[in-house]
């Protein structure tokens, strides 16, 4: 059954305080009402990458000893398919998770003043911030198991934001990502797909793509067949990537 964005997202912004449902796993945090934070970094041309990374992890380090902070990852581009022209180099993008939005609020308030938010903050410009649950209502996710450190997996990022598409039609953007996701899924070298939705910014969707390799993503897209058939769907001809499209490798 297809899911509609739009009563998704309003029963996230009003909250569900009783449809939580806890995954069965050691600490007992992950289930369907954690949210994932993902900012999109670009490092300001007077700061040194050394500092960037210095200051990063002295922040991530606050935030990590938070109760109700999960888990947080880092990748860095190294494809951008939107050809912004932004230097990849200078582009981190982070993904942290915690146990509820509400949860998310009181961290950012005690750790946002610190010594170290402050020294961090300075060193970059945002290209994007936005937080995130799964579209699907019932999915929980780990962000630990997302693309291991050591594992070669890659990542791609494609963020929309619905409201820039002309005359947008819900029914004909869910029908054309399924039938493109269909077919992405039977490719090999394809690992997982997540499609979220910021709760942060209502217009903002959010494509994630485990792939096994760079190698896989190369094979994928220059396979005709493949070609031929995510064309078919129409989805990246009329839906494509306008905020950002990026293919990642991990940090941490």
């Given at each position: 059954?297809?899911?509609?964005?739009?009563?998704?997202?309003?029963?996230?912004?009003?909250?569900?305080?009783?449809?939580?449902?806890?995954?069965?796993?050691?600490?007992?945090?992950?289930?369907?009402?954690?949210?994932?934070v993902m900012p999109v970094?670009?490092?300001?041309?007077?700061?040194?990458?050394?500092?960037?990374?210095?200051?990063?992890?002295?922040?991530?380090?606050?935030?990590?000893?938070?109760?109700?902070?999960?888990?947080?990852?880092?990748?860095?581009?190294?494809?951008?398919?939107?050809?912004?022209?932004?230097?990849?180099?200078?582009?981190?993008?982070?993904?942290?998770?915690?146990?509820?939005?509400?949860?998310?609020?009181?961290?950012?308030?005690?750790?946002?003043?610190?010594?170290?938010?402050?020294?961090?903050?300075?060193?970059?410009?945002?290209?994007?911030?936005?937080?995130?649950?799964?579209?699907?209502?019932?999915?929980?996710?780990?962000?630990?198991?997302?693309?291991?450190?050591?594992?070669?997996?890659?990542?791609?990022?494609?963020?929309?934001?619905?409201?820039?598409?002309?005359?947008?039609?819900?029914?004909?953007?869910?029908?054309?990502?399924?039938?493109?996701?269909?077919?992405l899924a039977q490719q090999?070298?394809?690992?997982?797909?997540?499609?979220?939705?910021?709760?942060?910014?209502?217009?903002?969707?959010?494509?994630?793509?485990?792939?096994?390799?760079?190698?896989?993503?190369?094979?994928?897209?220059?396979?005709?067949?493949?070609?031929?058939?995510?064309?078919?769907?129409?989805?990246?001809?009329?839906?494509?990537?306008?905020?950002?499209?990026?293919?990642?490798?991990?940090?941490?």
């Amino acid at each position: 059954m297809r899911l509609s964005i739009f009563p998704i997202l309003l029963a996230l912004i009003l909250g569900c305080t009783s449809c939580e449902k806890n995954h069965d796993d050691s600490n007992g945090l992950l289930s369907t009402e954690n949210v994932f934070v993902m900012p999109v970094r670009k490092v300001k041309s007077n700061v040194s990458i050394q500092q960037f990374t210095a200051t990063r992890d002295a922040y991530v380090a606050t935030l990590e000893a938070q109760d109700g902070t999960l888990t947080d990852r880092e990748i860095q581009p190294f494809f951008d398919f939107t050809f912004s022209g932004l230097p990849l180099d200078s582009i981190y993008i982070g993904f942290t998770s915690f146990q509820n939005n509400e949860i998310f609020g009181e961290i950012g308030n005690v750790t946002g003043s610190t010594s170290e938010a402050n020294a961090f903050f300075g060193t970059f410009d945002f290209l994007a911030f936005e937080v995130l649950q799964p579209l699907d209502p019932n999915l929980v996710v780990d962000l630990s198991e997302l693309a291991p450190l050591g594992s070669n997996q890659v990542w791609e990022v494609a963020i929309r934001d619905i409201s820039q598409y002309n005359n947008f039609n819900p029914s004909d953007y869910e029908d054309k990502r399924d039938a493109y996701l269909a077919v992405l899924a039977q490719q090999n070298g394809f690992l997982r797909e997540i499609q979220w939705q910021s709760i942060s910014n209502p217009d903002v969707v959010v494509g994630m793509t485990i792939y096994e390799s760079a190698q896989a993503v190369q094979d994928i897209n220059s396979d005709q067949d493949f070609i031929d058939a995510y064309t078919a769907t129409g989805f990246l001809q009329d839906y494509p990537p306008n905020r950002l499209g990026m293919i990642s490798q991990v940090l941490k």
